[in-house]
């Protein structure tokens, strides 16, 4: 069985903070996903990382996959209210048929 | 583009009572299609896939059941509600290109059993 662990579960910081989420498996995958989920609402994807040592940037977010492909980061800098949500990430492996395996998700909370 | 569209939006339903969701994508042909439930404010737990029609593989033992009538539709259901079916839950979309395997998730069903 794959695990992610994503950490910390919860975070709270005001406006203009900078912070980082973590998602480490023991396991390699082949592509990992970043979501944002509002309450009610489905997740809406991020980013896709597939190459090892990969770095995305999408404005104030940066994405990082791990040279072994068994981790990753998520850094958001001077965050803002909108910026509040639910974090999850999801790996996934070819072993597995490709099928994801979540983390527990990072909940911020951003206050203003 | 492609869209996912899931209904209801939200259910309360007695115990015991039957249950049917239902989840369809517009826009693309031949989708994987996923049943996940996610537990409050946390991670997702995939309960059904389904890599075509009539093809359906079950993740865990449950009180729930999924069909796949058509290309494009998937079907959550349930003989008999138990409270422990509370919950909210999420149907994804997925077309594989190379080594990744993105999915895409429709707007959920918040299902209260009481």
């Known amino acids: 069985t794959q695990l992610l662990e994503q950490s910390p579960q919860f975070l709270s910081i005001q406006e203009g903070e900078n912070l980082t989420v973590y998602c480490n498996s023991s396991?390699?995958?082949?592509?990992l996903q970043w979501y944002r989920q509002e309450p009610g609402e489905g997740p809406v994807l991020l980013v896709t990382v597939v190459t090892g040592g990969e770095v995305k940037k999408l404005k104030r977010l940066t994405f990082q996959f791990g040279d072994a492909r068994k981790d990753s980061s998520l850094h958001i800098t001077a965050a803002q209210p909108g910026d509040t949500g639910l974090y999850l990430c999801?790996?996934?492996?070819?072993?597995?048929?490709?099928?994801?395996?979540f983390g527990g998700g990072t909940r911020l909370m951003v206050k203003p | 583009s492609q869209t996912i569209h899931q209904w209801p939006a939200t259910l309360v339903q007695p115990v015991g009572s039957p249950l049917s969701l239902e989840c369809t994508v517009e826009g693309t042909s031949n989708p994987n299609l996923y049943w996940y439930r996610q537990a409050a404010g946390r991670g997702l737990q995939l309960l059904f896939y389904?890599?075509?029609?009539?093809?359906i593989s079950s993740e865990v033992p449950q009180n729930l059941s999924a069909s796949r009538p058509q290309d494009r539709q998937f079907i959550l259901s349930s003989k008999k509600l138990l409270l422990s079916d509370s919950g909210f839950y999420l149907c994804a979309w997925s077309v594989i290109l190379g080594s990744t395997d993105t999915q895409y998730f429709g707007p959920g069903t918040r299902l209260t059993v009481l």
């Open positions: 396991s390699v995958f082949s592509s």
């Open positions: 389904s890599v075509g029609i009539g093809q």
């Open positions: 999801a790996g996934a492996s070819r072993n597995a048929g490709n099928m994801l395996t």
